[in-house]
C-alpha cells in the first residue's frame, strides 16, 4: 500500500506563508491523483485541493483558491502544498491523501498519513 508522511506545519502569522511537503511510497505513487485535506479543531474533516498523477488537472475548495498551490514532483515522490496568505480560520491538522486511481475528486481517497498541525496566530 501507499504511505506518506506530512512535514513542514508549524505557528504561523496570519499573512504569512508555509510549505506542506508529503512524502509518499509505494508501487502506484506517480500514477495516483492526490490531495490534501484538513480538521481543525471540533470539525469534520474537509477538502482542500487534489492534483492528478501528471500534474496537469488540480481542484481547490472555494476556501483556498487563490491563496493554495498543490504540486507534486514525482522523482522525488513528493506532493507539497505551498500555503500563502494563511488566515487564522485555516488553522487545523493538514493530511496528504491519495487515491487509487487518477481521478481527480473531492473524496474517494483510501491512502491517508498522519497529518501536520498549522497553526495561524492572529
Known amino acids: 500500500q501507499v504511505r506518506m508522511v506530512e512535514s513542514g506545519g508549524g505557528l504561523v502569522q496570519a499573512g504569512g506563508s508555509l510549505r506542506l511537503s508529503c512524502a509518499a511510497s509505494?508501487?502506484?505513487?506517480?500514477?495516483?491523483?492526490m490531495g490534501w485535506f484538513r480538521q481543525a479543531e471540533g470539525k469534520d474533516r474537509e477538502f482542500v485541493a487534489a492534483i492528478s498523477w501528471s500534474g496537469g488537472l488540480t481542484d481547490y475548495a472555494d476556501s483556498v483558491k487563490g491563496r493554495f498551490t498543490i504540486s507534486r514532483d514525482n522523482a522525488k515522490n513528493t506532493v507539497y502544498l505551498q500555503m500563502n496568505s494563511l488566515k487564522p480560520e485555516d488553522t487545523a491538522v493538514y493530511y496528504c491523501a491519495a487515491r487509487r486511481d487518477t481521478v481527480v475528486t473531492r473524496n474517494g481517497y483510501y491512502y491517508w498519513g498522519q497529518g501536520t498541525q498549522v497553526t495561524v496566530s492572529s
Open positions: 509505494g508501487r502506484a505513487f506517480g500514477r495516483e491523483a
